[in-house]
């Protein structure tokens, strides 16, 4: 293999018009992903979020058993981990193993440090039996009764709404009422 002669080898850089160019690409590039992976992010962490919730609706289904299909007495929120009152990640956490499905990914607030949950317990329910639920005047309907969510707007990036866990163990990403027709 012969090697070009460098008499007639001539190095071409690129010009300063390509490099804007190039520049300028790089930068379209930069607009679109970065909003992109900020929004991808956001969902999983609102996913993850889910998740927990869920977890904690499979330790409460775990309570039921143990409690005669009882509702525990909860406060709604404590205000400091140190109050020692009935919340939802003391009385749950036999039930769900780790004090870390109390906190959500998305909690920048830093409530679960200062609180032990990230979650706040609908205290109307508070020793209901699970098959005679009841909520402003709704009843048998444990897919529209809330029972524990997001104490913030976590996931504002999402828009509004927060992460429920209803009575029937779904999840979703806003509050959702079933009532029955007349």
């Known amino acids: 293999m012969k090697l070009p002669d460098s008499k ?4 071409r850089g690129l010009t300063l ?11 379209v590039l930069t607009t679109i992903a970065v909003p992109t992976f900020r929004l991808m992010k956001a969902k999983a ?5 889910s998740g927990k919730l869920r977890e904690i609706g499979v330790g409460m289904n775990n309570y039921f058993l143990d409690h005669g299909m009882t509702f525990p007495t909860l406060v709604a929120a404590r205000e400091s ?19 870390f499905s109390f906190q959500c990914p998305a909690d920048h607030e830093e409530i679960f440090e200062k609180t032990g949950s990230s979650y706040f317990w609908n205290s109307l329910v508070n020793g209901q039996k699970t098959s005679n639920l009841k909520l402003f005047g709704m ?7 809330p029972i524990v969510s997001d104490k913030e707007n976590f ?23 079933v009532v029955e027709g007349p």
């Open 81 to 99: 981990k140190d109050e020692e009152v009935p919340a939802l990640d003391t009385v749950l956490f036999e039930y769900v193993g780790d004090e």
């Open 45 to 49: 962490r609102s996913t993850i979020c």
């Open 17 to 27: 018009v390509e490099i804007f160019v190039v520049i300028a690409i790089l930068i």
């Open 8 to 11: 007639n080898y001539s190095a």
């Open 139 to 145: 009843k048998g309907h444990p897919s529209g009764i």
């Open 155 to 177: 996931h504002e990036d999402l828009g509004d709404g927060v992460n429920v866990l209803y009575a029937d163990g779904h999840v979703l990403r806003e509050v959702q009422f």
